[in-house]
């Protein structure tokens, strides 16, 4: 079965308030994405890469790459104006009859371990997909019309990445229309009819968005155990 991850990298760096997207911030004197792209590559010694940027950063994703031992196994492909159609470009060159499991990854989540990866990879082999979650600890509340109802918290789940599927599921379900409901893969998925199927994430798999993000990576790089 070929692996294939899809990573998206469409951030523009607004809420971290830098000039730069996020994927290309230092983190402890790397970029961001360098460590999303290198923990992908040493999950698997056969999983190919088909990164996905805006197009006014396909120059220096490739000077990234071009640093990154095994970057053989990474393709570039210019990515559209909404994450469906970003994913979408990267699947674009996947052959169709292509029988793969392909994960679909958020760029800045930088702290992914090799372990989930491949824990993604089983569970999407046995059910189809592979949705990584972790329970909500807060309170949960909703708001409607303004007003607020307090929501069980033991059925709340925070949604991560990688969103794992074989690949028959996952070309398939992207045949669809954009639709404004479509906030990830899995709702994609579900919306062609698919049932998905959640896996447990880890804490550390946290989305570079904010500033004081990049000081909890650091910390973890710096200590994983405090996790």
């Given at each position: 079965m070929?692996?294939?991850a899809?990573?998206?990298?469409?951030?523009?760096?607004?809420?971290m308030?830098?000039?730069?997207?996020?994927?290309?911030l230092?983190l402890?004197?790397?970029?961001v994405?360098?460590y999303?792209l290198?923990t992908f590559l040493l999950?698997?010694?056969?999983?190919?890469i088909?990164?996905?940027?805006?197009?006014a950063?396909?120059n220096m994703?490739m000077?990234l790459?071009?640093?990154?031992p095994?970057?053989?196994?990474?393709?570039?492909?210019?990515g559209g104006?909404?994450?469906?159609?970003?994913?979408k470009?990267?699947?674009?060159?996947?052959?169709?009859?292509?029988?793969?499991?392909?994960?679909?990854h958020?760029?800045?989540r930088c702290l992914i371990?090799t372990k989930?990866?491949q824990?993604?990879?089983?569970?999407?082999?046995?059910?189809?997909s592979?949705?990584?979650a972790?329970?909500?600890t807060?309170?949960?509340?909703q708001t409607?019309?303004?007003?607020?109802?307090?929501?069980?918290?033991?059925e709340?789940?925070?949604v991560q990445?990688?969103q794992t599927?074989?690949?028959d599921?996952?070309?398939?379900a992207f045949?669809?229309?954009h639709?404004?409901?479509?906030?990830?893969?899995?709702t994609?998925?579900e919306?062609?009819?698919?049932?998905?199927h959640l896996?447990?994430?880890e804490h550390?798999?946290?989305?570079?968005t904010?500033?004081?993000?990049?000081?909890?990576?650091?910390?973890?790089?710096d200590?994983?155990?405090l996790?």
């Amino acid at each position: 079965m070929q692996k294939i991850a899809i990573i998206v990298a469409g951030g523009s760096g607004v809420r971290m308030g830098s000039a730069l997207p996020k994927q290309f911030l230092p983190l402890k004197n790397k970029p961001v994405l360098q460590y999303t792209l290198e923990t992908f590559l040493l999950s698997f010694p056969d999983l190919q890469i088909i990164l996905v940027l805006p197009d006014a950063y396909l120059n220096m994703g490739m000077e990234l790459i071009e640093k990154i031992p095994l970057h053989q196994r990474i393709r570039l492909v210019a990515g559209g104006v909404t994450r469906f159609h970003s994913v979408k470009a990267g699947l674009s060159v996947i052959p169709p009859q292509t029988n793969a499991i392909i994960f679909v990854h958020d760029a800045v989540r930088c702290l992914i371990s090799t372990k989930l990866i491949q824990q993604c990879y089983q569970q999407a082999m046995e059910k189809g997909s592979a949705i990584p979650a972790i329970k909500a600890t807060d309170s949960i509340r909703q708001t409607i019309n303004d007003t607020s109802k307090p929501l069980n918290r033991d059925e709340i789940f925070l949604v991560q990445t990688p969103q794992t599927f074989r690949s028959d599921i996952l070309l398939s379900a992207f045949q669809q229309e954009h639709q404004p409901e479509f906030t990830d893969e899995a709702t994609v998925v579900e919306y062609s009819g698919v049932p998905i199927h959640l896996i447990e994430g880890e804490h550390q798999n946290i989305k570079i968005t904010r500033p004081i993000d990049l000081l909890i990576a650091e910390k973890f790089l710096d200590d994983p155990s405090l996790f």
